[in-house]
T-cell receptor, first 105, second 110 residues
Framework: GIQVEQSPPDLILQEGANSTLRCNFS?????LQWFHQNPWGQLINLFY???GTKQNGRLSATTVATERYSLLYISSSQTTDSGVYFC???????FGTGTRLTIIP | DAGVIQSPRHEVTEMGQEVTLRCKPI?????LFWYRQTMMRGLELLIY????????DSGMPEDRFSAKMPNASFSTLKIQPSEPRDSAVYFC????????FGPGTRLTVL
């Protein structure tokens, strides 16, 4: 099956910092989503981005499907951004192992 | 729309008991998915339905697990008999293209 790798596994940043999270996948896909799992366990949709670039407030994402990677950018981090960020690919959504982001006030 | 609805939100049961998890997908979505999340294995797909028909159940761990979708607005995941290793958070998701997740059911089997 398709493999999904995310990096870094853990990231600790000061409030206000910017960050880039990466997702590599092993095969071509026609579906890629980014999620934020908050400390209460809810999976919150961030982007549906099989290709191209999208922006939503302080967050943006870029997927380069031909090179099999996607990037999630978080600017001006806030403590509420803390949690685990997952990349998932394919119709059946194969999940990566996530990036645990901790924002320190 | 209320989003994907799951019940119960928490379930504590004893080994050997039957457990039934319920899901109401978002109206108009034609695909429904059941996932399980554990510390050891992360998020993994158990089964998915398209237009109420099971398409891929290769992720269902064993015969103790079964899932049904009798109509477009309801699905169940049943574990019989339950075992402590089934303890996990079970998520239901629905999609037309983009998947949306319910809040999950935290299952603890003692």
């Amino acid at each position: 099956g398709i493999q999904v790798e995310q990096s870094p596994p853990d990231l600790i940043l000061q409030e206000g910092a910017n960050s880039t999270l990466r997702c590599n996948f092993s095969d071509s896909v026609n579906n890629l989503q980014w999620f934020h799992q908050n400390p209460w366990g809810q999976l919150i949709n961030l982007f549906y981005i099989p290709s191209g670039t999208k922006q939503n407030g302080r967050l943006s994402a870029t997927t380069v499907a031909t090179e099999r990677y996607s990037l999630l950018y978080i600017s001006s981090s806030q403590t509420t951004d803390s949690g685990v960020y997952f990349c998932a690919v394919g119709k059946k959504l194969t999940f990566g192992t996530g990036t645990r982001l901790t924002i320190i006030p | 729309d209320a989003g994907v609805i799951q019940s119960p939100r928490h379930e504590v049961t004893e080994m050997g008991q039957e457990v039934t998890l319920r899901c109401k997908p978002i109206s108009g979505h034609n695909s429904l998915f059941w996932y399980r999340q554990t510390m050891m294995r992360g998020l993994e797909l158990l089964i998915y339905f398209n237009n109420n028909v099971p398409i891929d159940d290769s992720g269902m761990p064993e015969d103790r697990f079964s899932a049904k979708m009798p109509n477009a607005s309801f699905s169940t995941l049943k574990i019989q008999p339950s075992e402590p290793r089934d303890s996990a958070v079970y998520f239901c998701a629905s999609s037309h293209n983009e998947q949306f997740f319910g809040p999950g059911t935290r299952l603890t089997v003692l």
